[in-house]
Protein backbone atom coordinates (compact mmCIF):
# COMPACT_ATOMS: atom_id res chain seq x y z
CA UNK A 1 0.00 0.00 0.00
CA UNK A 2 3.24 2.05 0.67
CA UNK A 3 4.13 1.36 -2.58
CA UNK A 4 1.71 2.74 -4.64
CA UNK A 5 1.32 5.86 -2.35
CA UNK A 6 4.75 6.57 -2.83
CA UNK A 7 4.98 5.95 -6.48
CA UNK A 8 2.06 8.79 -6.97
CA UNK A 9 3.77 11.33 -4.17
CA UNK A 10 7.30 11.01 -6.13
CA UNK A 11 5.52 11.93 -9.37
CA UNK A 12 3.63 14.45 -7.78
CA UNK A 13 6.68 16.31 -5.89
CA UNK A 14 9.38 15.67 -8.38
CA UNK A 15 7.85 15.05 -11.91
CA UNK A 16 9.63 12.23 -12.16
CA UNK A 17 8.07 8.64 -12.72
CA UNK A 18 8.34 5.83 -9.95
CA UNK A 19 10.32 3.35 -12.72
CA UNK A 20 12.87 6.38 -13.82
CA UNK A 21 13.40 7.45 -10.00
CA UNK A 22 17.30 6.58 -10.71
CA UNK A 23 17.84 8.36 -13.16
CA UNK A 24 16.98 11.23 -11.11
CA UNK A 25 19.87 10.04 -8.51
CA UNK A 26 22.25 8.45 -11.24
CA UNK A 27 21.50 9.67 -14.87
CA UNK A 28 20.60 5.98 -15.41
CA UNK A 29 17.58 4.42 -16.06
CA UNK A 30 16.54 0.80 -14.71
CA UNK A 31 17.05 -0.56 -18.18
CA UNK A 32 20.68 0.72 -18.89
CA UNK A 33 22.02 -0.21 -15.34
CA UNK A 34 23.78 -2.93 -16.12
CA UNK A 35 25.35 -1.68 -19.43
CA UNK A 36 27.29 1.05 -17.67
CA UNK A 37 29.81 -0.51 -15.67
CA UNK A 38 33.26 0.93 -14.94
CA UNK A 39 36.13 -1.03 -14.32
CA UNK A 40 36.89 0.01 -10.84
CA UNK A 41 33.05 -1.07 -10.00
CA UNK A 42 33.64 -4.53 -11.43
CA UNK A 43 37.18 -5.03 -9.38
CA UNK A 44 35.05 -3.71 -6.24
CA UNK A 45 32.60 -5.99 -6.89
CA UNK A 46 35.18 -8.78 -7.69
CA UNK A 47 37.38 -8.05 -4.10
CA UNK A 48 33.76 -7.96 -2.06
CA UNK A 49 31.28 -10.01 -3.09
CA UNK A 50 32.81 -12.93 -4.10
CA UNK A 51 34.34 -13.67 -0.95
CA UNK A 52 31.13 -12.85 1.23
CA UNK A 53 29.25 -15.62 -1.04
CA UNK A 54 32.12 -17.85 -0.52
CA UNK A 55 32.01 -17.46 3.21
CA UNK A 56 28.15 -17.40 3.04
CA UNK A 57 28.46 -20.85 0.87
CA UNK A 58 31.23 -22.27 3.44
CA UNK A 59 29.52 -21.45 6.63
CA UNK A 60 26.12 -23.22 5.11
CA UNK A 61 28.21 -26.52 4.00
CA UNK A 62 30.11 -26.67 7.48
CA UNK A 63 26.73 -26.56 9.42
CA UNK A 64 24.79 -28.31 7.09
CA UNK A 65 21.61 -30.19 8.47
CA UNK A 66 20.66 -33.52 7.64
CA UNK A 67 17.30 -33.59 8.44
CA UNK A 68 15.05 -31.68 6.21
CA UNK A 69 12.92 -30.61 8.47
CA UNK A 70 15.00 -28.55 10.22
CA UNK A 71 16.94 -27.18 6.73
CA UNK A 72 13.68 -25.70 6.34
CA UNK A 73 14.42 -22.95 9.26
CA UNK A 74 17.41 -20.84 8.88
CA UNK A 75 17.32 -19.55 12.75
CA UNK A 76 20.79 -18.92 14.21
CA UNK A 77 21.91 -16.20 16.28
CA UNK A 78 22.26 -13.56 13.05
CA UNK A 79 18.50 -14.55 11.59
CA UNK A 80 16.93 -14.47 15.46
CA UNK A 81 18.90 -12.18 17.46
CA UNK A 82 16.79 -11.63 20.49
CA UNK A 83 16.56 -15.27 21.06
CA UNK A 84 13.33 -15.01 22.25
CA UNK A 85 11.80 -18.39 22.22
CA UNK A 86 15.48 -19.69 24.00
CA UNK A 87 15.11 -17.37 27.19
CA UNK A 88 12.46 -18.41 28.90
CA UNK A 89 12.19 -14.83 30.72
CA UNK A 90 12.16 -13.16 27.35
CA UNK A 91 9.28 -15.37 26.21
CA UNK A 92 7.30 -14.04 29.69
CA UNK A 93 7.68 -11.15 29.66
CA UNK A 94 6.41 -11.12 25.30
CA UNK A 95 3.67 -13.14 26.08
CA UNK A 96 2.48 -10.87 29.13
CA UNK A 97 2.87 -8.12 26.38
CA UNK A 98 0.58 -9.74 23.78
CA UNK A 99 -2.01 -10.20 26.34
CA UNK A 100 -2.16 -6.82 27.35
CA UNK A 101 -2.31 -5.66 23.67
CA UNK A 102 -4.88 -8.03 22.91
CA UNK A 103 -6.98 -7.23 26.36
CA UNK A 104 -6.47 -3.33 25.18
CA UNK A 105 -7.68 -4.68 21.29
CA UNK A 106 -10.57 -6.26 22.85
CA UNK A 107 -11.58 -3.19 24.79
CA UNK A 108 -11.06 -1.09 21.71
CA UNK A 109 -13.09 -3.50 20.04
CA UNK A 110 -16.18 -2.80 22.87
CA UNK A 111 -15.34 1.29 22.42
CA UNK A 112 -15.41 1.20 18.47
CA UNK A 113 -17.50 -1.92 17.26
CA UNK A 114 -16.80 -0.64 13.41
CA UNK A 115 -13.02 -2.35 14.19
CA UNK A 116 -14.91 -5.70 14.33
CA UNK A 117 -14.20 -5.70 10.19
CA UNK A 118 -10.68 -3.55 10.36
CA UNK A 119 -8.58 -7.28 9.46
CA UNK A 120 -10.66 -7.57 6.41
CA UNK A 121 -10.67 -4.26 5.29
CA UNK A 122 -6.87 -4.46 5.27
CA UNK A 123 -6.90 -7.08 3.20
CA UNK A 124 -8.85 -5.66 0.68
CA UNK A 125 -7.09 -2.36 0.77
CA UNK A 126 -3.83 -4.21 0.24
CA UNK A 127 -5.40 -5.92 -2.68
CA UNK A 128 -7.03 -3.49 -4.08
CA UNK A 129 -3.22 -1.22 -3.45
CA UNK A 130 -1.59 -4.05 -5.59
CA UNK A 131 -3.83 -4.11 -8.55
CA UNK A 132 -3.36 -0.36 -8.29
CA UNK A 133 0.16 -1.25 -8.95
CA UNK A 134 0.24 -3.66 -11.61
CA UNK A 135 -1.93 -0.64 -13.50
CA UNK A 136 0.96 1.43 -12.65
CA UNK A 137 3.24 -1.28 -14.35
CA UNK A 138 1.25 -1.55 -17.07
CA UNK A 139 1.20 1.78 -18.00
CA UNK A 140 4.46 2.58 -17.75
CA UNK A 141 5.33 -0.28 -20.32
CA UNK A 142 2.80 0.91 -22.42
CA UNK A 143 3.14 4.62 -22.15
CA UNK A 144 6.21 4.99 -20.79
CA UNK A 145 4.85 7.51 -18.31
CA UNK A 146 3.52 7.54 -15.28
CA UNK A 147 0.51 6.98 -13.39
CA UNK A 148 -0.37 10.56 -12.89
CA UNK A 149 0.87 11.90 -16.40
CA UNK A 150 -1.07 9.10 -18.01
CA UNK A 151 -4.21 10.65 -15.78
CA UNK A 152 -3.68 14.16 -16.91
CA UNK A 153 -3.50 13.34 -20.57
CA UNK A 154 -6.50 11.13 -20.19
CA UNK A 155 -8.33 13.77 -18.67
CA UNK A 156 -7.33 16.62 -21.42
CA UNK A 157 -8.66 14.07 -24.02
CA UNK A 158 -11.08 11.19 -22.61
CA UNK A 159 -12.33 10.23 -25.47
CA UNK A 160 -8.82 9.30 -27.57
CA UNK A 161 -6.77 8.68 -24.54
CA UNK A 162 -8.04 5.05 -23.21
CA UNK A 163 -6.41 2.05 -22.30
CA UNK A 164 -7.94 0.30 -25.63
CA UNK A 165 -6.29 3.26 -27.77
CA UNK A 166 -2.99 2.79 -26.06
CA UNK A 167 -2.84 -0.75 -26.27
CA UNK A 168 -3.73 -1.39 -29.76
CA UNK A 169 -1.91 1.56 -31.42
Not at 28 to 37: L, P, R, S
Not at 49 to 56: D, G, R, Y
Not at 112 to 126: D, F, R, S, V
Amino acid sequence: MLATLGALAIEWLTGVTWKDAGKWLTGVTWKDAGKKTTESRSTITLFTTIPFISALTYNEWRNAELDPEKRLYLGGKFFYPLGLATNPEKKATLQLAEIKHARLYEKLLYLYPYCKNCNLAEIKHARLAMVAFLGFSVQAAITGKGPLNNWATHLSDPLHTTIVDNFFS
